[in-house]
């Protein structure tokens, strides 16, 4: 073995050992090894409890409107961890089939492990979620609830933004896109599904 490839296996052995703890400080890092190794590890449990947030957001968000009790909560959270899945494979697929308009390489079976651990801030945000459905509906009297209540909303939005951000890196990585395409390629799956349905209430509105 030569040296350049030793240090390679090297190099990539410990990325593997500290591959959470890349995510968070060197991403473009990360999300590299996992494109270049079609990297699968851990990613059904990631999606499982990406599915599991997905659906504690909506119990969180029916209870904000007084429509859902502990049972109702746990039934979404339960069927987003077993069903959540399916919904990642098929925005993987659209990024695929939308990145290659583009000139990109990633398939839906190497873009969905970027996807599963570009989640782990959205995963993050359970106890969040938690803790707001604790609350209950939003607080309107400034006291410790609405402090509470904020502070956790405030870090759910920017775990989100983070999520979003390292989707963006990953798909770069896997793609071989720029920062700016990989946006583009984000962006035109929303265009292809919600222009459609825009025009479509536009003309029925103006028709009516």
């Known amino acids: 073995m030569e040296l350049n490839e030793f ?50 957001d909506k119990a969180v968000e029916k209870t904000m409107a007084g429509d859902s009790g502990i049972i109702s909560a746990l039934i979404y959270t339960i069927i987003g961890g077993l069903f959540g899945w399916i919904g990642y494979y098929i925005f993987s697929g659209i990024l695929s089939l939308t990145g290659r308009w583009l000139g990109g390489e990633g ?24 803790v707001r459905y604790a609350i209950g509906f939003e607080p309107i009297v400034f006291d410790i609830k609405f402090v509470v209540y904020y502070v956790v909303l405030f870090t759910e939005i920017v775990l989100s933004f983070w999520a979003l951000a390292l989707l963006v890196i990953g798909l770069a990585q896997v793609q071989r896109f720029s920062i700016g395409k990989a946006i583009l390629n984000i962006l035109l799956p929303i265009l292809i599904i919600f222009v459609p349905i825009l025009i479509y209430f536009f003309a029925t509105s103006t028709t009516s």
């Open 7 to 56: 240090e390679e296996y090297t190099q990539n052995a410990e990325i593997e050992e500290n591959l959470f703890k890349k995510i968070i400080t060197a991403p473009k890092e990360a999300f590299r090894f996992i494109a270049d190794h079609q990297y699968e590890k851990h990613m059904v449990q990631l999606l499982v409890l990406a599915g599991m947030t997905s659906g504690l």
């Open 107 to 130: 398939k839906t079976d190497t873009i969905l492990p970027v996807i599963s651990y570009a989640a782990i801030p959205t995963i993050a945000t359970i106890p969040l979620l938690i």
